[in-house]
């Protein structure tokens, strides 16, 4: 079985900076796109950004210039960098995974359970 688990979540002020890691474990041979989707109260999950293992990169237009996704495939880290956060950011926040587990021929897709990010003054 595969876990995604999520960290770094917080309260903060407009302007500031938070860094989410997710982390994933289990029987993975192989992880294939990456993204962190959000959710605001009352509001459908969103996509925020992707990734694929090459490394190429798509990101939602309100947090272009201000977000980056990375990845660290030998440890089996994904971070998403946000900086100068504004109250609209707020939300939980999603890792999500397309993994092949080990022994396997096709990739299943995961869900963490998600990290809270509030931006308020």
């Known amino acids: 079985q595969v876990q995604l688990v999520e960290s770094g979540g917080g309260l903060v002020q407009p302007g500031e900076s938070l860094r989410l890691s997710c982390r994933a474990s289990?029987?993975?041979?192989?992880?294939?796109?990456v993204a962190w989707y959000r959710q605001a109260p009352g509001k459908q999950r969103e996509l925020v950004a992707s990734i694929t293992n090459g490394g190429n990169t798509n990101y939602k237009d309100s947090v272009k210039g201000r977000f980056t996704i990375s990845r660290d495939n030998a440890k089996k880290l994904m971070s998403l960098q946000m900086n100068n956060l504004k109250p609209e950011d707020t939300g939980v926040y999603y890792c999500?995974?397309?993994?092949?587990?080990?022994?396997?021929?096709?990739?299943?897709?995961?869900w963490g359970p998600g990290t809270q990010v509030t931006v308020s003054s």
């Open positions: 289990g029987s993975i041979f192989r992880i294939d796109v």
């Open positions: 999500n995974a397309d993994v092949r587990t080990t022994g396997s021929t096709w990739y299943s897709n995961y």
